[in-house]
Structures are given as structure tokens and as C-alpha cells.
């Protein structure tokens, strides 16, 4: 086994392999539907999206612990590197929650 460069977009892939994980071109003519790679690329986005739910959620988590280790507890006001993480935090895991659920009405329709 040795690692070619797929002909249709020159991504290494193995010379075993029938058809490219890129871009689906199949060297034994008979291509992978269209609709097969868009939901294969549409879970690898979607994979990629929760993963960003998670981004927000440690950051806002980080975010509370800053605070809380600034005012020693929730008393004081948050400071200025609370509120920036708990803002990055909330507004980054709900863009995210929002790609999240596109992606997945999106893959029900296919
Ligand atoms: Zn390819």
C-alpha cells in the first residue's frame, strides 16, 4: 500500500482506496452520489459545530471561574476578564447551537 495523489484534487490518499474520502472521486468510475458526500461533509460540519458548543461552554466555565476567583465568590461584579469570557463564552455556544441546528435540518432533508 502507498499513498497517491487523488487525480480529481490532489489530496493523498491511499492507492487501495476505490474512491477519494475528499472529494469522492472514484477511480473505478463508479463515483460516490452526490448526496452521500454532501451528508458525509454536512456530519463532519456538524461534528465540528458541537465541538464549538463545547469551546463555548469551558470558556464561559472559565469565565465564571475567573470571577469567582477574583471576588472569592459571586459577590463582587464580575471583572473585565469575566465578562469578556462569559461573553465570548455565551455568544460563541449559541452561534454554535444555531450552526448546529442548520446543519442537522439541513442533513434531515438530504
Ligand atoms: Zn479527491
Redesign the pocket.
Known amino acids: 500500500m502507498s499513498i497517491v495523489s487523488?487525480p480529481?484534487?490532489?489530496?493523498r490518499?491511499s492507492s487501495l482506496a476505490d474512491t477519494?474520502p475528499?472529494?469522492?472521486?472514484s477511480k473505478t468510475g463508479v463515483s460516490i452520489e452526490p448526496e452521500v458526500l454532501q451528508a458525509r461533509q454536512l456530519r463532519k460540519l456538524r461534528y465540528r459545530a458541537r465541538m464549538l458548543t463545547y469551546l463555548g461552554m469551558l470558556i464561559t466555565l472559565c469565565g465564571f471561574l475567573v470571577w469567582w476567583f477574583q471576588q472569592t465568590g459571586f459577590n463582587g461584579l464580575p471583572g473585565q476578564v469575566s465578562q469578556l469570557l462569559i461573553g465570548v463564552g455565551v455568544v460563541g455556544y449559541l452561534a454554535a447551537r444555531v450552526w448546529l441546528f442548520m446543519l442537522s435540518s439541513r442533513l434531515k432533508k438530504l
Open positions: 487523488c480529481s484534487c490532489s489530496q490518499i477519494c475528499h472529494c469522492g472521486f
